[in-house]
């Protein structure tokens, strides 16, 4: 087994400075361009004046080699497998990248007169067309920079249909085995969630929710496959209900892989969706770069949707932009959110087309389904939930036995996977699964890889069973080992950097 773990132990910035050291020298200010500025600083108040900034003094050269093995310390999709499950961590063709960053995408203004940009007028257009195509839904607003954001503008829409319609409805259902942006979204638009719960097979328990649901009820947010990576069979029926009070169903789109070209959520009956551009199209994210979350809505929902929406004059052949959207809910964002996503996806769609397209679900499922089929023989490892039904792009196992019978848990199987090079999956989510595990191989992991994988954990099971003491402790292999995980959260301890200056300015 290779251990390819960050070996650095890099000190913070701060820490390494040395007083005096240098790296670039601006020229020397002329004598009468200092005088003026002295000038000018003289009329600021002494109090305001900021004088010594406290930055760290270092050589070029230290600068290159402390943010160079930073990087080298950093964990991605580029490094290896990252089985990480809700997350669709896949690799993204550079290429994308490449059209993104052209000057042509770079250096155009949102503001620019319409006659200028119909290139890109046209990208965005052409674009929503596939979505539409892909999802079923009639229409899009690319304004959202992530899921989240989507879902909280689709619980704004929900709240204004029902109003247009001169109700005030409160309550969102969502089940218990939601991604936590569900209730989040729902509560910040205003919204009290109901729980419906899973039944045995890790579905709707479709009783449970016909007792629940009312005429104060506005809507439901659903995933499908849901987070256990199992199809919702019901969903017909829960459709049925729903809009049988005239509530409105939200499509949880964010893991989108394993229905590409297969299924579409408006076919099912939703009402709105959301995609993760960047999980299913093409975005590598989880670094806090940009993303976006655009949402799709049928017909009877298009004006509620935020200006502006672009529109195509077929007679002149010319693309321009609505913003004259009286009843829409507002901006969430300005202009058509993040636009080089948006030009990633669109080059992804073509290059992929509709054949390709069906693959990555294809391969995603087949990708998911080989390696639960391997995991669950392993000792410590059961399957809640219809065991024996295949699941979707991703599964969820317990650990639960191990920790029985050990001692040990998720988080420090998770843990000890570190040293052995891979990423740790999901754990503990979705909440209705003790130590749960939750992975997501994506279409774009070799069977090699995917046998890694397999290889590695096997190993830490194995190990947990001859000496539990030495996985309850791990890594061993990274930079920093096991740390405290309530005081690794907390905000000062998360940034020390934070501390160090705050020791600086007080010395
Ligand atoms: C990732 C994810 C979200 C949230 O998406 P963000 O872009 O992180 O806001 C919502 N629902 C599901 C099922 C997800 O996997």
Not at 108 to 121: A, F, K, N
Not at 350 to 374: I, Q
Not at 488 to 504: G, Q
Request: proline content about 6%; glycine content about 8%; overall charge neutral.
């Amino acid at each position: 087994m290779k251990f390819r773990q960050a070996r650095f132990e890099e000190p913070l910035i701060f820490e390494l400075s040395r007083s005096g050291a240098h790296g670039f020298e601006f020229p020397r200010l002329e004598p009468e361009l200092k005088r003026s500025l002295e000038e000018a600083l003289n009329e600021i108040p002494e109090e305001l004046r900021r004088r010594d900034l406290n930055l760290p003094e270092l050589s070029e050269l230290d600068v290159v080699r402390h943010f160079t093995r930073l990087s080298e310390m950093n964990y991605s999709i580029t490094t290896g497998m990252y089985p990480l499950g809700s997350c669709t961590m896949k690799y993204n063709p550079i290429l994308n990248e490449e059209i993104a960053s052209s000057s042509k995408v770079l250096q155009v203004h949102p503001l620019q007169p319409e006659e200028t940009v119909q290139g890109c007028l046209k990208l965005l257009y052409d674009l929503e067309q596939l979505l539409k195509r892909l999802t079923g839904m009639d229409r899009f607003s690319f304004q959202p920079s992530a899921g989240a954001h989507g879902e909280f503008l689709g619980c704004l829409i929900i709240r204004e249909y029902h109003r247009s319609k001169g109700r005030d409805r409160r309550i969102m259902i969502i089940p218990d085995s939601a991604h936590g942006t569900n209730p989040a979204s729902a509560t910040m638009a205003g919204f009290e969630v109901r729980v419906v719960k899973s039944n045995e097979y890790g579905c709707v328990d479709v009783d449970e929710l016909e007792k629940m649901v009312d005429e104060d009820v506005a809507g439901i947010m659903l995933t499908n496959p849901n987070t256990l990576g199992i199809f919702e069979k019901d969903i017909e029926k829960i459709v049925e209900i729903i809009h049988g009070v005239d509530g409105l169903l939200y499509y949880d789109g964010a893991n989108l892989n394993a229905l590409l070209g297969k299924v579409r959520p408006g076919d099912m009956g939703f009402d709105i969706i959301h995609l993760n551009l960047h999980k299913t199209f093409s975005t590598p994210h989880g670094g806090g770069g940009p993303g976006s979350g655009p949402i799709g809505v049928v017909k009877r929902l298009v004006d509620f949707l935020p200006p502006p929406l672009v529109e195509y004059d077929e007679e002149n052949d010319r693309y321009y932009l609505d913003y004259d959207r009286p009843k829409s809910v507002g901006r969430i964002k300005m202009f058509h959110g993040n636009f080089s996503v948006l030009v990633k996806t669109y080059a992804y769609l073509l290059r992929m087309g509709g054949d390709g397209l069906k693959k990555v679900a294809e391969t995603s499922v087949l990708a998911s389904n080989y390696l639960l089929r391997k995991l669950e023989k392993l000792r410590g490892i059961n399957v809640p939930f219809d065991p024996k039904r295949p699941r979707k792009h991703e599964f969820v196992v317990s650990l639960q036995p191990l920790y029985k019978e050990t001692g040990v848990r998720a988080v420090d199987v998770a843990k000890r996977l570190l040293d052995y090079g891979y990423h740790a999956p999901t754990i503990y989510f979705p909440l209705i699964v003790d130590e749960a595990f939750m992975i997501e191989p994506t279409e774009t992991e070799s069977k090699r890889e995917i046998d890694g994988f397999y290889e590695a954990l096997k190993n830490v099971l194995n190990e947990a069973y001859r000496d539990p003491e030495k996985v309850k402790n791990a890594p061993y292999n990274t930079a920093i080992g096991r740390v405290d995980e309530v005081r690794a959260s907390h905000p000062r301890t998360m940034i020390p950097s934070w501390r160090i200056y705050r020791r600086r300015m007080k010395s």
